[in-house]
């Protein structure tokens, strides 16, 4: 079942993890006009969106205030609505919104079975400045506040260490 969602006014654009560090699900979330979208991803892409809303921002005036933390904490029950595929980032100049595009990953059926028309579902919301900036930071700290990187090779390292191949 497809879902399809406009939202011109949010009021929560955010990012959780749940779970131990090294078994975490990474969850987008957006709240608007009364309506919870949970959209379940991948770590990196939580990272990726908010390295290109800074860029989108680079050049827009700076933001006056941002949501406060409890904003960004996501909200309860959290039940993913999809699997993040694309992301799809432009800035609104009429509305001073940023608008961010987020579908579902397009599984490709077995080469076994026939190919099937198949609706996927999108949210497009669109965030005031001072939302994208509160989503950066927050994020930024959701996707460091997992397990430690090696200094050497880069890799996560588990509560028990782990095995560096620089280290052999």
């Given at each position: 079942?497809?879902?399809?969602?406009?939202?011109?006014?949010?009021?929560?654009?955010?990012?959780?993890?749940?779970?131990?560090?090294?078994q975490r699900t990474f969850l987008?979330?957006?709240?608007?006009?009364?309506?919870?979208?949970?959209?379940?991803?991948?770590?990196?892409?939580?990272?990726?969106?908010?390295?290109?809303?800074?860029?989108?921002?680079?050049?827009?005036?700076?933001?006056?205030?941002?949501?406060?933390?409890?904003?960004?904490?996501?909200?309860?029950?959290?039940?993913?609505?999809?699997?993040?595929?694309?992301?799809?980032?432009?800035?609104?100049?009429?509305?001073?919104?940023l608008v961010i595009q987020l579908?579902?990953?397009?599984?490709?059926?077995?080469?076994e079975s026939p190919a099937v028309?198949?609706?996927?579902?999108?949210?497009?919301?669109?965030?005031?400045?001072?939302?994208?900036?509160?989503?950066?930071?927050?994020?930024?700290?959701?996707?460091?506040?997992?397990?430690?990187?090696?200094?050497?090779?880069?890799?996560?390292?588990?509560?028990?260490?782990?095995?560096?191949?620089?280290?052999?």
């Amino acid at each position: 079942m497809s879902l399809y969602f406009e939202f011109e006014n949010t009021d929560a654009f955010t990012a959780g993890a749940l779970g131990e560090p090294g078994q975490r699900t990474f969850l987008l979330q957006v709240r608007a006009e009364g309506q919870r979208i949970t959209i379940k991803c991948e770590k990196e892409q939580v990272s990726a969106l908010s390295v290109y809303l800074r860029k989108l921002l680079a050049d827009a005036p700076d933001v006056s205030h941002a949501p406060i933390n409890e904003v960004m904490q996501l909200s309860q029950p959290v039940v993913p609505e999809f699997v993040l595929g694309t992301v799809g980032l432009a800035y609104d100049t009429v509305s001073d919104r940023l608008v961010i595009q987020l579908d579902e990953i397009e599984m490709k059926p077995d080469t076994e079975s026939p190919a099937v028309d198949q609706d996927f579902s999108r949210v497009r919301a669109k965030i005031t400045r001072d939302q994208a900036v509160a989503f950066c930071k927050h994020a930024d700290e959701v996707v460091s506040s997992g397990r430690p990187s090696c200094v050497f090779c880069g890799r996560p390292i588990n509560k028990n260490g782990h095995l560096c191949p620089r280290m052999n």
